[in-house]
């Protein structure tokens, strides 16, 4: 049974940085490209953050990039997201999702392309 459980959520205040963990099992977690997604309320699931399975590979929303940082460590079955120089409106649920990673396939950016999902962790930023 496959099983991604993010943390790391919580209160911060803008400007401020967390980093979010997704610890994955159940799967052979070196074959899977991993994605970021938030949904805040009363909007769709977006794509934040994804890196590919060999982990060349990295694509941000525009919204985030310069200031978020995707990683991942194969010896720990996690993904991670640095989320740095928040923003009121990077308040959301985050959820990380895994993908079969494909040879010559760059990691997707739709949501609908990944196969298991998280729960999800709440971040809140105060302005």
């Known amino acids: 049974q496959v099983q991604l459980v993010e943390s790391g959520g919580g209160l911060v205040q803008a400007g401020g940085s967390l980093r979010l963990s997704c610890a994955a099992s159940g799967l052979t977690f070196r074959m899977y490209n991993m994605g970021w997604f938030r949904q805040a309320p009363g909007k769709e699931r977006e794509f934040v953050a994804t890196?590919?399975?060999?982990?060349?590979?990295?694509t941000y929303a525009d919204s985030v990039k310069g200031r978020f940082a995707i990683s991942r460590d194969n010896a720990k079955n996690t993904v991670y997201l640095q989320m740095n120089s928040l923003k009121a409106e990077d308040t959301a649920v985050y959820y990380c999702?895994?993908?079969?990673?494909?040879?010559?396939?760059?990691?997707?950016?739709?949501?609908?392309?990944?196969?298991?999902w998280g729960q999800g962790t709440q971040v809140t930023v105060s302005s």
């Open positions: 999702a895994a993908d079969l990673g494909r040879l010559g396939i760059p990691p997707p950016l739709a949501r609908q392309e990944y196969d298991y």
């Open positions: 890196m590919g399975w060999s982990g060349s590979s990295t």
